[in-house]
């Protein structure tokens, strides 16, 4: 408040153990997120305050957070955000609320099964229509891969942080393309852990989607869909060869705003998951923050001078570790892995390459 009283934009503090990171929205909102963890970066918690915005509208819509005529009923009203907000701030083993990407898996019989939801989706009279399991997209329609930031990050999020439900008819507004006027998610369970998706209008009405018509699509594909409930922490299909040294990897399009995310490779291993997450989550920050340019989706800082473009960057952890990553870049995608100790440093550059160009054609 001082600062802006003197017109100056003051966004982010440090303490000697917390960094304060606050963002106002349409001069109406302000969100304020506090970090004691070590290392964090200013642009992961610029990103949470974006997502928890986001996630804010798509509960209440823009209206209701620009125009506040009862505090009271607002708060209330947002309650039913609080289990998507409180996924951000937990160890998820998502990554699109830091990588502004969507979190996808790779099938085991991608064909068929996007063959397949293409004619339900056309049978429902609604183009937008995804497969997810445990919040990441399987397949998905042309319609629903032109959502837009942040929705298209955030409907997968909603649906994996609700309680498990057969159905669900659930109203939502896109926080990009349709801020104000509130649309349907229908959400329906064909396994435990993999639900079908469709966003529309009034109609089709939830009692048309019946266990006859899901049964005629996908009853043909029930052993690819159970095959496809391991992947979620997976990401990749069952024996998809990658080096011994990989402990995990994030690949992301930076065009098509999707990711694959995974540290399932060498489970055996040190560290465990959530400290693997915990490292790729913080290289991403570094990597995206200083050593890589903007995606295209993101505003260049000077389109008139553009700095030279890295191709690749490696860290190597402190002593008692030995943990190394590595970051590479080709075209519009980016790959970054995280190595067991035993890889050699020398040869980093090189294992990233291939296994980014084993991996393109999956992503």
């Known amino acids: ?121 056309e049978a429902t009279g609604t183009a937008f229509v995804s497969l997810l399991v445990s919040g990441r997209v399987v397949a998905a329609t042309e319609g629903w891969w032109r959502l837009g930031m942040p929705e298209a990050v955030l409907l997968p999020w909603l649906v994996g942080s609700l309680p498990p439900q ?38 089709p009405p939830l009692g048309q989607l019946d266990a006859q018509l899901l049964e005629r699509w996908w009853q043909p594909l029930l052993e690819p869909l159970r095959a496809c409930l391991p992947l979620g922490p997976r990401a990749l299909p069952d024996g998809f060869p990658l080096h011994g040294d990989i402990l995990g990897l994030l690949l992301l399009h930076l065009e098509l705003r999707r990711c694959l995310f995974t540290v399932e490779p060498a489970k055996d291993k040190e560290p465990s998951p959530e400290q693997r997450r915990r490292l790729l989550r913080n290289f991403y920050t570094l990597v995206a923050s200083t050593h890589f340019p903007p995606g295209p989706a993101e505003k ?19 002593p008692g570790m030995g943990w190394q990553l590595v970051a590479v870049q080709l075209g519009l995608r980016l790959l970054l892995l995280l190595l067991s100790p035993q890889s050699p440093t020398h040869g980093l550059r090189s294992l990233a390459t291939h296994t980014l160009q084993a991996l393109s054609p999956l992503l």
């Open 1 to 121: 408040m001082f600062g802006q009283n003197l017109d100056v934009q003051l966004n982010s503090t440090r303490t000697e153990d917390t960094t304060v990171v606050w963002k106002n929205f349409h001069d109406s909102i302000t969100l304020i997120v506090l970090s004691s963890e070590e290392g964090t970066s200013e642009l992961r918690l610029e990103r949470m305050l974006h997502m928890v915005f986001g996630a804010m509208v798509l509960i209440v819509g823009l209206e209701e957070l620009t125009n506040i005529r009862n505090v009271e009923r607002l708060k209330k009203e947002l309650r039913a955000s609080y289990c998507l907000i409180d996924s951000f701030l937990g160890n998820s083993e998502l990554i699109g609320d830091l990588t502004q990407c969507v979190d996808c898996v790779v099938p085991p019989e991608g064909s068929a099964m996007q063959e397949t939801l293409s004619g339900f989706a």
């Open 166 to 203: 057969a159905a669900r008819d659930y109203p939502v507004y896109l926080p990009h393309g349709s801020p104000t006027v509130p649309h349907r998610l229908l959400t329906l369970t064909l396994l435990r852990g993999l639900e079908l998706c469709l966003l529309c209008g009034p109609r």
């Open 300 to 318: 260049q800082e000077d389109a008139a001078h553009p700095a030279q473009t890295p191709r690749a960057c490696y860290l190597v952890l402190g």
